[in-house]
């Protein structure tokens, strides 16, 4: 069975950082271009971030600076590191995939980020 | 950066048609999909390329895309439909969603 686990998320105080992984099962995540999205609590969908399968990788504007994406395809596992966190970056981080067209079609279940003092 | 807009909420009869749009400058240019998201759970693709269905999704889900406005269209709406629903499109490679769309079926 094809799946994505996410893990790392925790409560930190602002300015902190984190570790957030995103484990693939079932299938090559090396084949995928893999995502990162969050949602605040009654919030909608926000992308954050994607690396591609040669490594390229892009950033939506609120985090651009402060978070990093990367793959480390012997794990079958793509990192977001996530700095400078403020209480705004508070949400459920989902990791998801796509590929030629067809986007976002697996997700993990998420993990909780939460940014407080 | 581009931005997308679909309406808060919408609400349906059971057994009739749900229709809920997307908006964004000439989006019919840019391939569209659909995501389906109960509560509690993470989201489910429903609708991929502006119409076609993954494996697995039920034939009244249908999709649309043209001019500034793409529609998910759900036909012989059902309790279970009840969700939220995100409409989402990419600007180069970056990804763009809308703010979402609560469907009550009632």
């Known amino acids: 069975e094809e799946q994505l686990v996410e893990s790392g998320g925790d409560l930190v105080q602002p300015g902190g950082s984190l570790r957030l992984s995103c484990a693939a099962a079932?299938?090559?995540?090396?084949?995928?271009?893999i995502h990162w999205v969050r949602q605040g609590a009654g919030q909608g969908l926000e992308w954050v971030s994607s690396?591609?399968?040669?490594?390229?990788?892009y950033y939506g504007a609120s985090v651009k600076g402060r978070f990093t994406i990367s793959r480390e395809d012997a794990k079958n596992s793509v990192y977001l590191q996530v700095s400078g966190l403020r209480v705004g970056d508070t949400a459920v981080y989902y990791c998801?995939?796509?590929?030629?067209?067809?986007?976002?079609?697996?997700w993990g279940p998420g993990t909780l980020v939460t940014v407080s003092s | 950066s581009y931005e997308v807009t679909q309406p808060p909420s919408v609400s349906v009869s059971p057994g009739q048609t749900a229709s809920i749009t997307c908006s964004g400058e000439?989006?019919?240019?840019?391939?569209v999909c659909w995501y389906q998201q109960k509560a509690g759970q993470s989201p489910v693709l429903v609708i991929y390329?502006?119409?076609k269905r993954p494996s697995g999704i039920p034939e009244r889900f249908s999709g649309g895309n043209s001019g500034n406005t793409a529609t998910l269209t759900i036909s012989g709406t059902q309790s279970m439909d009840e969700a939220d629903y995100y409409c989402?499109?990419?600007?180069?490679?970056?990804?763009?969603f809308g703010g979402g769309t609560k469907l009550t079926v009632l």
């Open positions: 989402q499109a990419w600007d180069n490679s970056l990804v763009i």
């Open positions: 998801t995939r796509a590929m030629d067209g067809v986007p976002f079609d697996l």
């Open positions: 390329q502006d119409n």
């Open positions: 079932g299938f090559l995540s090396s084949t995928y271009d």
């Open positions: 000439k989006l019919g240019e840019k391939y």
């Open positions: 690396i591609g399968i040669a490594g390229d990788t």
